[in-house]
Nanobody
């Protein structure tokens, strides 16, 4: 059984929107916090957004603040990423994972990742 399954990616024009979903297995889902990361070709994977369940704290990378919104349904073990005003530089493979906050930075807790979902933004 896949641990993390991301979906919702696609090809969209600049300025458009997409909503990504991530469903985690019962064993994998974190009741603490979940997050989204992305990896563009030739670049390292980077943090995008996180949500902490106990106080609904959300956090975003500066590059997506004001455009992306993370949310989720704890009971359904699902995390969403609403992406608006997409830019070509948002093109990447998007992944979700369990996360933890160390200092002011969010880190993935697991070193195993799902297949991700591809987002391509055309100019």
């Amino acid at each position: 059984q896949a641990q993390l399954v991301e979906s919702g990616g696609g090809l969209v024009q600049a300025g458009g929107s997409l909503r990504l979903s991530c469903v985690a297995s019962e064993r994998t889902f974190s009741r603490h916090a979940m997050g989204w990361f992305r990896q563009a070709p030739g670049k390292e994977r980077e943090f995008v957004a996180a949500i902490r369940w106990r106080d609904s704290l959300t956090d975003y990378a500066d590059s997506v603040k004001g455009r992306f919104t993370i949310s989720g349904d704890n009971a359904k073990r699902t995390v969403y990423l609403q992406m608006n005003s997409l830019k070509p530089e948002d093109t990447a493979l998007y992944y979700c994972n369990t996360v933890d906050l160390l200092g002011s930075r969010w880190f993935p807790e697991r070193d195993r990742w799902g297949q991700g979902t591809q987002v391509t933004v055309s100019s």
